[in-house]
């Protein structure tokens, strides 16, 4: 090669050395990897369905649960010794020209009278519609209520269906504020099984989007005017489902 094309070869190109993995890192690396795995599908539904109850004498319940929520949830209180049970809920996104109840608040509170042998005292408290936000909406919404009836209890125990209820226990948490503690009771959902939801595509949606949900709860949430304002909008708590 002549002086001049090396010259060229200098002007247009250069050698330069690059690392690369050997293959113990890159076997290291799949060791890690599927252990993260592994973990995320062995770990992810007791994290985000835990049980965790404190003293409480107020018991709160979801109405948009299904039956079997519900049938938990009053199992809950005749063997927890409270003396309110709260069922919150935003408008029904569904059927609602069919029923005189136009939200799950009072149609969750109606379910429970229904199905307990004895009387419960209920109070239905509604949210407004909003179209983001919903859960941490009825958590403001039975704020306020609390709020115009003397305070806020100390804690709380939340009832609510299987990978929901880490997430609700956050919003709760959000809107109540840090002078209520709030109890956990996630109830199993028996759609799926809970130690191999992987292998259903209910499970796999729940848990995947359930967990995608909690993270952007705990990293990014940031309530928007609507949802934080719910309780102005609300219609008010009351005891008649």
Sequence with gaps: MTEGGRKGNGRYWRRCECWVPTWRTCAGAIVVAGALVATIFLRAQPFLAPVDRVDARVLV??????????????REYERGGYTNVFVTGGPVDKGAVLSEFGNYAHIGALTLR????????LVAVPAPRVDRDRTYSTAVALRHWFESHGGAPPRINLVTVGAHARRSRLLFEKALGPETGVGILAVEDPYYDPKRWWVTSFGVRTVTSELIAYLYSSLLFHPSPISRNAADAATGGTNRP
Excluded: L, S
């Excluded at 319940?61 to 009053?74: Q, S």
């Excluded at 229904?114 to 005292?121: G, N, S, V």
């Design 114 to 121: 229904k199905m307990a042998r004895t009387p419960i005292p």
């Design 61 to 74: 319940v979801e109405g948009w649960c299904d039956d079997f929520v519900m049938e938990e949830a009053i």
